[in-house]
């Protein structure tokens, strides 16, 4: 009889042992913050993208030199130019 008495306090003792450390678990997982961790792929989009981003839509310094050649008279583009552009050849 004694040896069942020994055999149930042992299993109880484990049963409270194992909830113990699940209690543990739980506690500490919650105490860990989230973190955001970006790919160096991510990384580089956004850098790519805020780039693009700070770059003027319009060249003004393209547009202003081919304003004052039209203004001036002397811009002149060749049949053939203007077709090779389209062609992309």
């Known amino acids: 009889m004694d040896m069942r008495i020994s055999s ?3 299993a109880y003792s ?3 042992n194992r909830a113990t450390t699940s209690a543990t678990r739980a506690e500490n997982s919650r105490s860990v913050a ?4 970006l ?3 991510a ?3 956004q850098s790519a993208r805020n780039a693009v ?3 003027p839509d319009i060249r003004e310094n393209v547009v202003g ?3 004052e050649m039209v203004n001036a ?3 002149n583009v060749s049949a053939q130019q203007v077709a090779a552009h389209i062609l992309g050849v």
């Open 43 to 45: 990384e580089d989009y």
């Open 14 to 16: 484990v049963q409270s």
């Open 8 to 10: 149930v306090y042992n």
């Open 53 to 55: 981003s700070a770059t």
């Open 39 to 41: 790919s160096t792929h």
């Open 73 to 75: 008279g002397t811009y």
């Open 34 to 37: 989230d973190e955001l961790s």
């Open 65 to 67: 030199r081919i304003q």
